[in-house]
């Protein structure tokens, strides 16, 4: 029971639903959302407010300016992809908190939630 209840926690450290990102993001927690995604996909459609970093563009220089009190939330298209993935070990890395949006944009989307770009 107790290993049961160490892997649920510790997946929850590292994973967030589109509901509870919302609702964290309502609340006003100090929280960036980051496409993971090409740019172009990124202008097409995104979260809402979020920011563009393609994780093979995440580096010291490129993140130098990001604050070491947020909270980092990474994305891509969903289950299907994995840029979200190594954008999260990218930014842990680098030695910020990340945790990786589950389902991408493609849940965030299904749940009903805003998003913008060009489409």
Not at 34 to 42: A, F, N
Not at 84 to 100: C, D, H, W, Y
């Amino acid at each position: 029971m107790d290993e049961a209840i160490r892997h649920f926690t510790q997946k929850l450290t590292y994973e967030t639903d589109p509901y509870d990102l919302r609702e964290d993001l309502q609340k006003g927690e100090k929280i960036v959302v980051i496409d993971t995604r090409s740019r172009d996909l990124y202008e097409e459609e995104h979260i809402r407010g979020a920011i563009s970093l393609p994780h093979r563009e995440m580096n010291a220089e490129t993140t130098r300016d990001f604050s070491r009190d947020a909270l980092y939330v990474t994305y891509c298209d969903g289950i299907g992809c994995n840029a979200s993935t190594k954008g999260a070990l990218n930014l842990s890395r680098l030695g910020f908190r990340v945790k990786e949006l589950m389902g991408g944009i493609e849940w965030w989307k299904k749940d009903g939630y805003e998003t913008e770009g060009k489409g």
